[in-house]
């Protein structure tokens, strides 16, 4: 008897675009990819009605939502109104408590409202910001992976993640996470599966771990 197709569903992290996922390969004969681009928000728009739009997209049921950094955020908003087979995060964070203290401080003296026009106007700065400090080195490499360089989209983006209200773990979410990750320190997560030598941008960088990994992670959860 043949096995439906288990639908996977990718969001990318902040501004960037979706061919950040180009060398994930999963079996076809068991998994179809499918990659979510990121919406321009309407004005005020919360996370949750932000997240609601982003499911117009998803067109299958008991899908597995992965999200990569802010994507990460965005999929468990997501994963709130649907069900879902699986939920899977990686270089992002679980709730609130897990932010850095750089940016739970951005979110009580709204520091974050300073950046946006900076990161637009210099790529260097998105690039790092998006990525982490380490991406500097081979930045002509991972310029072509930002592709939302929209003062109304990281206004919004970055303070829906300083500003991200979550207490409390969602049940049964999978958090795979860089030891190295310079945009969520380690230090700062808890029960994630750890990957050595990893930096935030390691969804380009460990692609063949994850190739290697993800069927596995989403078949036995």
Same mark, same amino acid.
């Given at each position: @008897?043949?096995?439906?197709?288990?639908?996977?569903?990718? @969001?990318?992290? @902040?501004?960037?675009?979706?061919?950040?996922?180009?060398?994930?390969?999963?079996? =076809?004969?068991?998994?179809?990819?499918?990659?979510?681009?990121?919406?321009?928000? *309407?004005?005020?728009?919360?996370?949750?009605?932000?997240?609601?739009?982003?499911?117009?997209?998803?067109?299958?049921? *008991?899908?597995?939502?992965?999200?990569?950094?802010?994507?990460?955020?965005?999929? +468990?908003?997501?994963?709130? +109104?649907?069900?879902?087979?699986?939920?899977?995060?990686?270089?992002?964070? =679980?709730?609130?408590?897990?932010?850095?203290?750089?940016?739970?401080?951005?979110?009580?003296?709204?520091?974050? =409202?300073?950046?946006?026009?900076?990161?637009?106007?210099?790529?260097?700065?998105?690039?790092?910001?998006?990525?982490?400090?380490?991406?500097?080195?081979?930045?002509?490499?991972?310029?072509?992976?930002?592709?939302?360089?929209?003062?109304?989209?990281?206004?919004?983006?970055?303070?829906?993640?300083?500003?991200?209200?979550?207490?409390?773990? $969602?049940?049964? $979410? $999978?958090?795979?996470?860089?030891? *190295?990750?310079?945009?969520?320190?380690?230090?700062?997560?808890?029960?994630?599966?750890?990957?050595?030598?990893?930096?935030?941008?390691?969804?380009?960088?460990?692609? =063949?771990?994850?190739?290697?990994?993800?069927?596995?992670?989403?078949?036995?959860?």
């Amino acid at each position: @008897m043949i096995q439906p197709l288990i639908h996977v569903y990718f @969001m990318p992290g @902040m501004a960037a675009s979706p061919r950040i996922f180009e060398h994930i390969k999963l079996p =076809k004969d068991q998994f179809q990819i499918h990659l979510l681009e990121w919406l321009i928000p *309407n004005s005020n728009e919360t996370i949750e009605a932000y997240a609601s739009r982003m499911l117009s997209h998803v067109t299958h049921n *008991n899908v597995v939502l992965v999200g990569v950094s802010f994507g990460g955020i965005v999929v +468990q908003e997501m994963s709130k +109104q649907i069900k879902v087979r699986n939920l899977i995060i990686i270089s992002s964070v =679980k709730t609130m408590h897990e932010l850095p203290k750089r940016m739970r401080l951005a979110k009580i003296t709204k520091a974050y =409202k300073l950046l946006p026009t900076q990161l637009v106007n210099n790529m260097d700065t998105l690039a790092k910001y998006a990525f982490g400090k380490n991406v500097m080195k081979r930045l002509d490499l991972y310029q072509k992976y930002l592709s939302v360089p929209d003062a109304k989209y990281l206004n919004w983006a970055i303070e829906k993640v300083v500003c991200w209200e979550q207490e409390n773990v $969602i049940p049964n $979410i $999978i958090h795979i996470h860089g030891e *190295n990750d310079f945009v969520f320190p380690i230090k700062h997560i808890s029960n994630c599966i750890t990957l050595k030598n990893a930096t935030h941008i390691m969804i380009i960088s460990k692609y =063949k771990w994850f190739n290697a990994n993800l069927p596995r992670i989403i078949l036995e959860n």
